[in-house]
């Protein structure tokens, strides 16, 4: 097994995806400051680019990520790295990911399957 370089935390967030010639909707399931893992019945092949907005209960703004690199696929399952994201929105997606993981047994073990 191979482990990641940042932990990733779980989430049940809708999300938008949009490719060149779609929009789709699908469930980020777990999240980290470099990518996620996403649920999605819309057909995508890896190394396509996505652009997400990823729906945050409480917040007003979605988080936005301009280009996402899909890196696999599992079934409806599909991993991406985040390769752009403005800064005021990763800045949102850090404080996100702190709460989080000061909650009890919200944190992914971080480990590849």
Known sequence: MKQRRYDRV????TASFSGRSYRAPGVVINLSMFGCRARAAFLVNPDEYLGLLIHVPGSEQPLYV???EVRWLEG????MEFIHMELADRQRLGELIRTIEGAPEQKDTGLSS
């Open 76 to 79: 409806q399952e599909i991993g």
């Open 66 to 68: 301009a280009r996402a």
């Open 10 to 13: 779980r989430v049940e967030y």
